[in-house]
C-alpha cells in the first residue's frame, strides 16, 4: 500500500502515532502507544539497552527495566548493585528519562523472551507525570500496559513492581498523582506481581524529602540505592528461589 503523501513526509520518530490514528488507536493516551526516543542525549543509551538484549548469550535471571532510576543503579547504585544483583544475573535495562511508552518500544524492538528472566524489577511511569489534567490515569495506563506486554513475554517471570518515588522537596502536585498511581497498583497490582512500595522511607515527618537520601529530588543518592536495594533484595531473592 503507497503511503499517503503527507505520511511520507513524517519524520520516522512520529510515525508510530500517525500509524496509531490509521489503526483506530488515536483515542489512547500517548503512555500506552509505543514510542522511541529522538532526544540526542538518549539515543546511545537507547541503543546500549536494546544491543543488551539482542546479543544475550544466555537467561538472564533477574531483569531491571525502567528509566533513569534503573539506569542508575550502575552510577550511584554500582556498591548495592555489584554487590548483590550482580551476582543473580541481573542485566539493567534502564534508560534514562523513558516513559512507559518508551519502554514499550523497546519491548517490541528487543522482547525479553530470550533472556527467560525468572524475576523483573519494574519501575516506570515518574517522566508521565505533570503532563496534563489526566496524567495520573495515563501513567496508571501505560503501567499496566508494561506489565501486560512483561506477562506476554515472560509469562513464567516473577515482576516486582516498584513504587513512583515521591519526587521535589516539598508536598507538589507530580508527587500527590504519583502517589494517586501508586494506590491503585497496590490495589490490583496484577497477576505475578508483587507491589513494592518504600516512598515514606524518602520522606520526614514533614512531608519534605530527606536530602541524605534523595539529594537532587528525583534519584536516589548512594545512601538512598543502599536503602532500596537493602529492602529489595530480599523480595527478588524471594521469588527467584520460588519454584
Known amino acids: 500500500m503507497r503511503l499517503p503523501t503527507v505520511l511520507r513526509a513524517v519524520p520516522?520518530?512520529?510515525c508510530a502515532a500517525f500509524l496509531a490514528a490509521a489503526l483506530g488507536l488515536a483515542g489512547d493516551?500517548?503512555?500506552?502507544?509505543p514510542a522511541p526516543r529522538t532526544d540526542a542525549g538518549a539515543l546511545a543509551r537507547q541503543a546500549l539497552v536494546v544491543q543488551r538484549v539482542r546479543e544475550s548469550k544466555g537467561p538472564a535471571p533477574v531483569v531491571f527495566i525502567g528509566a533513569s532510576i534503573i539506569q542508575r543503579w550502575e552510577?550511584?547504585?554500582?556498591e548495592p548493585w555489584e554487590r548483590l544483583f550482580v551476582p543473580m544475573g541481573a542485566v539493567n535495562l534502564g534508560c534514562?528519562?523513558?516513559?512507559?511508552e518508551n519502554v514499550l518500544w523497546r519491548l517490541a524492538e528487543a522482547?525479553?523472551?530470550?533472556?527467560a528472566p525468572k524475576v523483573i524489577v519494574v519501575q516506570i511511569g515518574t517522566n508521565n507525570l505533570g503532563r496534563g489534567p489526566d496524567a495520573a490515569a495515563e501513567t496508571l495506563r501505560g503501567i499496566r500496559r508494561v506489565l501486560a506486554v512483561l506477562r506476554e513475554q515472560c509469562p513464567q517471570a516473577k515482576v516486582v513492581m516498584?513504587?513512583?518515588?515521591?519526587?521535589g522537596t516539598h508536598l507538589n502536585a507530580a508527587r500527590g498523582e504519583g502517589l494517586q498511581v501508586n494506590q491503585a497498583l497496590a490495589a490490583d497490582p496484577g497477576e505475578g506481581v508483587t507491589f513494592l512500595d518504600i516512598g515514606e522511607r524518602f520522606i520526614d515527618a514533614q512531608g519534605d524529602l530527606r536530602t541524605d537520601l534523595m539529594a537532587d529530588e528525583l534519584h536516589p543518592s548512594p545512601a538512598g540505592y543502599a536503602l532500596w536495594a537493602q529492602l529489595l533484595e530480599p523480595v527478588v531473592r524471594a521469588r527467584l528461589e520460588e519454584r
Not at 493516551?29 to 502507544?33: F, H, L, N
Not at 552510577?75 to 554500582?78: F, V
Not at 534514562?96 to 512507559?100: H, K, M, P, V, W
Not at 522482547?111 to 533472556?115: A, I, N, R, S, V
Open 12 to 14: 520516522a520518530a512520529l
Open 29 to 33: 493516551p500517548a503512555s500506552v502507544v
Open 75 to 78: 552510577e550511584a547504585g554500582r
Open 96 to 100: 534514562s528519562g523513558d516513559r512507559t
Open 111 to 115: 522482547p525479553l523472551t530470550p533472556l
Open 162 to 167: 516498584a513504587a513512583l518515588f515521591p519526587r
